[in-house]
C-alpha cells in the first residue's frame, strides 16, 4: 500500500502527494461513512488504483455492496488515517 497525504480536495477531485512528493489526482467518492475526509488526512492504498482514470468509490468494509474482502483482493481496500484513528474502505463497483 502507498501512504499519501491528501492536499486539496475540489467536491469529489482528491490531490494526494506521496513521500517524494510525486502528485496523483483522484476522482473519489466515500459513501456511508461517519467521518468526513479532510484535507491532511492520509490514505494507504494499492498503487494500482493511482493508474485509474474512472471514478473511485469506497465504503465501509462490512458493507454488502462491493467484493467480500479476502487475502487474494486486498488491493479492494484503502485505509483513511485520522488524527485519532483509522478507518478501513472497500471499493464499490457500479
Known amino acids: 500500500m502507498k501512504k499519501l497525504i491528501i492536499k486539496f480536495i475540489d467536491k469529489y477531485i482528491y490531490h494526494l502527494e506521496d ?4 502528485i496523483y489526482i483522484l476522482n ?3 459513501q456511508n461513512i461517519e467521518e ?3 484535507v491532511k488526512d492520509i490514505v494507504y492504498l ?7 482514470k ?7 468494509i462490512e458493507s454488502i455492496y462491493g467484493r467480500d474482502i ?10 483513511i ?3 485519532d484513528k ?7 463497483y457500479g
Do not use: Q
Open 86 to 92: 483509522k478507518i478501513y474502505l472497500k471499493r464499490y
Open 70 to 79: 479476502k487475502e487474494d483482493n486486498m488491493e479492494e481496500v484503502i485505509i
Open 19 to 22: 513521500e517524494k512528493g510525486s
Open 46 to 52: 494499492d498503487s494500482e488504483l493511482l493508474e485509474s
Open 54 to 60: 474512472t471514478p473511485l468509490t469506497f465504503g465501509p
Open 36 to 38: 468526513d475526509i479532510l
Open 81 to 83: 488515517e485520522k488524527e
Open 28 to 30: 473519489m467518492e466515500f
